[in-house]
C-alpha cells in the first residue's frame, strides 16, 4: 500500500509561483510514477503533470508547459510542481497521485486512471 500527501498550496497573485510537494509512504519501493492533477468545483479533473520513476521522464498538459517543472527528490520519496507565471485559470484543487504500473509510453500518465494511490488535495488560488 501506499500513501500520497500533499503541501504547499496557497494564495498568490497573477504571476508569482509557488511550488507544490507531494510525499510518498508506505510501499514506496512499488511506484513506478506519479502525477499531479487539478480540479474546480463543477468540472473534471485534469492532468497536470506527471513523472515515470524508472528514467524520470516527464509529461505535461499543453496549458502549463513552459511555465509549470514536475520533478523528483529520490532520498525523499517526494516530488516536485514548481509552479512559474501562475494565471487565476490556474486556480484548483491539486492532486498528487502515484501508481504501481509501468508504462513505457509516457503520454499513459497522463491519465487519471493509471493512478491508484490519491492525495486529499491542495488548494492553489490565484487572484488576478
Known amino acids: 500500500q501506499v500513501s500520497v500527501a500533499e503541501s504547499g498550496g496557497g494564495l498568490v497573485q497573477a504571476g508569482g509561483s509557488l511550488r507544490l510537494s507531494c510525499a510518498a509512504s508506505?510501499?514506496?519501493?512499488?511506484?513506478?510514477?506519479m502525477g499531479w492533477f487539478r480540479q474546480v468545483p463543477g468540472k473534471e479533473r485534469e492532468f497536470v503533470a506527471a513523472?515515470?520513476?524508472?528514467?524520470?521522464?516527464?509529461t505535461y498538459a499543453e496549458s502549463v508547459k513552459e511555465r509549470f517543472t514536475i520533478s523528483r527528490d529520490t532520498t525523499k520519496n517526494t516530488i516536485i510542481l514548481q509552479m512559474e507565471s501562475l494565471k487565476p485559470d490556474d486556480t484548483a484543487n491539486y492532486y498528487c497521485?502515484?501508481?504501481?504500473?509501468?508504462?513505457?509510453?509516457?503520454?499513459?500518465?497522463?491519465?487519471?486512471?493509471?493512478?491508484?494511490?490519491w492525495g486529499q488535495g491542495t488548494q492553489v488560488t490565484v487572484n488576478s
Open positions: 508506505g510501499r514506496t519501493v512499488t511506484i513506478d510514477g
Open positions: 513523472l515515470r520513476w524508472k528514467d524520470s521522464a516527464t
Open positions: 497521485a502515484a501508481t504501481s504500473v509501468y508504462y513505457p509510453i509516457i503520454d499513459y500518465y497522463r491519465s487519471s486512471r493509471t493512478y491508484r494511490y
